[in-house]
T-cell receptor, first 118, second 114 residues
């Protein structure tokens, strides 16, 4: 079956421009996560959507970052006025339900979008 | 905040050799997750360990969570080129907004020479 897809796979932009990254989760997955992976660093949690609940935005690094999700489908991560430190691979994941720490709903990851800010 | 340290950072082994990757946490682990990442692909879930002393295997990959639950090791027996990639360990943390999220180590890059 179809997995998590992300687009574009690569994005090169100039400093100061806005970018929009897209994630298509697995159909029926209520939970959706965005992560950032900078070169030589571990994955950083950015934002989490669960069903129709208010998203957990606690991982967003600045107010230039925002994300939306329409129902339980597509999500877009928007970065405004991009900076060079925003260069990273942005990964999206989805799961059948929330992650409750002890009980784990496996997160299925997309291939990521590699963002380069010149 | 919980930090995960992985060692080594990178590893080059001859095909057929065994290898071990370690993941050490600054706090007690309540769930330890191993993932594999290949360039251009998403992370692939390998296994989850919860109980101290627990050991799980998937094909030629075995992972253990130590009794004190602050360290996990991932062992690959008779490595193959298909094992090459970046191995990431993850742990559950409570986010600033009170939801459980995964925090990851920086990864161990494994190369297997035929």
């Amino acid at each position: 079956g179809a997995g998590v897809s992300q687009s574009p796979s690569n994005k090169v932009t100039e400093k100061g421009k806005d970018v929009e990254l897209r994630c298509d989760p697995i159909s029926g997955h209520t939970a959706l996560y965005w992560y950032r992976q900078r070169l030589g660093q571990g994955l950083e949690f950015l934002i989490y959507f669960q069903g129709n609940s208010a998203p957990d935005k606690s991982g967003l690094p600045s107010d230039r970052f925002s994300a939306e999700r329409t129902g339980e489908s597509v999500s877009t991560l928007t970065i405004q006025r991009t900076q060079q430190e925003d260069s990273a691979v942005y990964l999206c994941a989805s799961s059948t339900g929330p992650f409750r720490g002890i009980s784990y709903n496996e997160q299925f990851f997309g291939p990521g979008t590699r963002l380069t800010v010149l | 905040s919980q930090e995960l340290e992985q060692s080594p950072q990178s590893l080059i082994v001859q095909e057929g050799k065994n290898l071990t990757i370690n993941c050490t946490s600054s706090k007690t682990l309540y769930g330890l997750y191993w993932y594999k990442q290949k360039y251009g692909e998403g992370l692939i879930f390998l296994m989850m360990l919860q109980k101290g002393g627990e050991e799980k295997s998937h094909e030629k990959i075995t992972a253990k969570l130590d009794e004190k639950k602050q360290q996990s090791s991932l062992h690959i027996t008779a490595s193959q080129p298909s094992h090459a990639g970046i191995y990431l360990c993850g742990a559950a943390i409570l986010s600033g907004a009170g939801s459980y999220q995964l925090t990851f180590g920086k990864g161990t890059k494994l190369s297997v020479i035929p």
